[in-house]
Structures are given as C-alpha cells and as structure tokens.
C-alpha cells in the first residue's frame, strides 16, 4: 500500500513551485484533492494544483510527535482530556502542516516498572462497550459486531479542525 493512500486530504500548506528551481517559499492554500507523489519529485507530495507558471505545486509535510493527540492517555480512569486546540496551535506557531492521529488496541499498560501506575487509554475505540461480561480493565467488553459512533465522531472533528487550520492528517 503506498503512504499517500493513509493520508486524509484536508486543508495544507502548499510549498510553490517544485522542479529545477527547488522549493521557492510556502503559500497558505487549501487542498483541492488528495495527496499523491509529485511527478517531478517523489519526496513530496501535490494536491493537484498549480502554481503561476503552471508546474504542479509542491506539499512537503512537516510536523510535530505527541502519542496521545488522538486518544485521551494517563494514570487516572478516565484519563485527563488532551488539548488538541493548544495542540493545533503549536503546531501553527511552527508552520508545520501534518499530523499522524495516534490510538492504542490496549485500554491499559502497565509498562515495565511494577511500581508505576498503569497507563490508562481514552474511550475512544471503534467498538462498542457493552454487555455484562467484564474485560480485563474492568469495564465491559468490547461487542466487535458494533460500532461506536463516538470514535468516529472524534475522528471527523479532530481531521476538521486540523484542516481548518491547514494540516493535513
């Protein structure tokens, strides 16, 4: 599978023109397709669009790595809310353009130290919780045979607000 079809399209920052004059400075642009390989360079992508010259622009994804911007992660049950606004504007603050949204199979992890408190992972799973017969972190177990709406939900909202804010995820 190529990396370009893991890439959900939603707003970017487009670099000008790529080619024999290289990358020439960064426009605020929103995206018009999906990311796919640039021809003329494959360590960049394009959205399709293109520059005054008429040559493809250029994207080039840069950004920043946090494990819990898409699942809520700590000690406590449930864990702390992430603050995926002030994470976006860090982002913004240094002109980076793309995110990975990270989430955990587990529910918890114990980690390597006995001493320490288990890492507990946010809610926020495609399946639904539900019956009587309890998992091993206590709550419910999973039904594979449903989905939960709420993982979507956030899914949807945190892709939205990023490209509302010219990240691609």
């Not at 507990?120 to 989905?147: I, N």
Request: glycine share 8%; with cysteine; hydrophobic share 35%.
């Amino acid at each position: 599978m190529r990396v370009t079809c893991l890439l959900v399209c939603a707003a970017a920052v487009s670099l000008a023109q790529t080619g024999a004059g290289g990358i020439q400075g960064a426009v605020k642009s929103t995206a018009r397709a999906p990311l796919r390989v640039h021809p003329a360079n494959p360590r960049y992508f394009t959205d399709g669009t293109k520059g005054p010259d008429g040559s493809l622009k250029a994207v080039y994804l840069t950004g920043s790595h946090v494990w819990n911007n898409f699942q809520d992660v700590g000690t406590t049950n449930p864990p702390p809310a992430f603050d995926f606004d002030a994470y976006l504007d860090t982002l913004q603050k240094y002109r980076h353009n793309f995110i990975r949204l990270w989430r955990w199979e587990l529910t918890e992890w114990k980690g390597w130290d006995a001493k320490q408190a288990p890492l507990r992972y946010g809610v926020h799973h495609p399946w639904k919780r539900s019956g009587t017969e309890k998992a091993l972190d206590g709550l419910p177990k999973f039904d594979l045979a449903q989905w939960d709406e709420r993982h979507f939900d956030r899914l949807r909202s945190r892709v939205q607000a990023a490209g509302k804010r010219g990240i691609y995820v």
